[in-house]
């Protein structure tokens, strides 16, 4: 079947609340599919129903909720399914720990600057957390480990969407995992 | 790519402790395996380590971890593989959830007497459960719903391995969900 690769990998979205993970990540699965790759999304909006719905956010639950999407991105990676997981994943162990466990880890660091995150504020998540509303807010109460040495790294205080989804797509190119646009 | 479809299944073994669910489904992974699918097989010792090590046995639990594997097996199936699930999993309707969830289910009562279970109780349980040592055991304290439509039903009271994996991969090539054996 044309653009089927035997494995499939794994793009593993990280950075902060506000960086632009899912919408980067909606905007690459959207192009991937358009070139007849198999794909499949996850975020924690997607998982929270059937798969994670009884975890919190300490350290403990966070890392229980990756440990559940790392299983499910073990097994449909190495059955030829590109993966796009965003997750703010703020711990470096952890996701070195899934690194180990996929086929084809591609770590993308979703990187804005603090500032601009709680600029944005999207889900108005920052204001509730800087005033105390709510715990264990990453950025805020909780650390972000930023990756070392990321396979992708892009800059969403200065590019815009379309911008960051090029930049994987021509990773993805570059490193054959993908055929090159037309 | 040869003999790969579209679409998959989901090989859904329900049964009685002890009826062989596991054995089958192994049996009939080798075989799928062999010519040339993609194939997953989940059970309660392979998820349990990441995906339900939380949960227990009551019908709540039970039903979560149903769920969750669903979640797994939805995302695995209509990506084109084959995934083989086997759990006891008692309640009528939770299976008839899975149903409309995933792509192509198919029902494979695993049919075994009481007597017979009890009889093999490979792992123990069922003398522990008789014996008020463990609780909430399907078939002894704890209802099974059987199956009133599956699409394919086995009797390991008097079938081999063998004979039942045969009539599951006989059923999958009449309704053209696989090539027939060379």
């Known amino acids: 079947m044309s653009g089927e690769r035997k494995e499939g990998f794994v793009l593993w979205f990280t950075g902060l609340s506000g960086a632009g993970k899912t919408a980067v990540a909606v905007h690459t699965e959207q192009e991937l599919k358009r070139r007849g ?33 790392a299983f499910v991105a073990k097994l449909l990676s190495r059955n030829g399914v590109a993966v796009l997981c965003s997750f703010i994943s703020p711990y470096r162990a952890t996701r070195d720990w899934v690194r180990q466990e996929v086929t084809n880890f591609v770590e993308v660091f979703v990187d804005v600057s603090l500032d601009e995150a709680i600029r944005r ?18 950025g805020v109460d909780d650390p972000y480990e930023p990756p070392l040495n990321p396979e992708i790294r892009l800059d ?18 570059q490193q054959d995992f993908i055929p090159p646009s037309m």
């Open 156 to 173: 969403t205080d200065h590019e815009t969407v379309e911008e960051s989804a090029g930049k994987v797509l021509r990773w993805l190119e």
């Open 121 to 138: 504020d999207v889900k108005g998540l920052y204001r509730k957390a800087l005033a105390g509303e709510i715990r264990n807010f990453t």
């Open 37 to 69: 790759l198999r794909v499949e999304r996850l975020d924690g909006d997607i998982v929270r129903k059937s798969l994670t719905a009884d975890l919190g956010f300490t350290r403990e639950d966070r890392d229980t909720n990756i440990q559940r999407v």
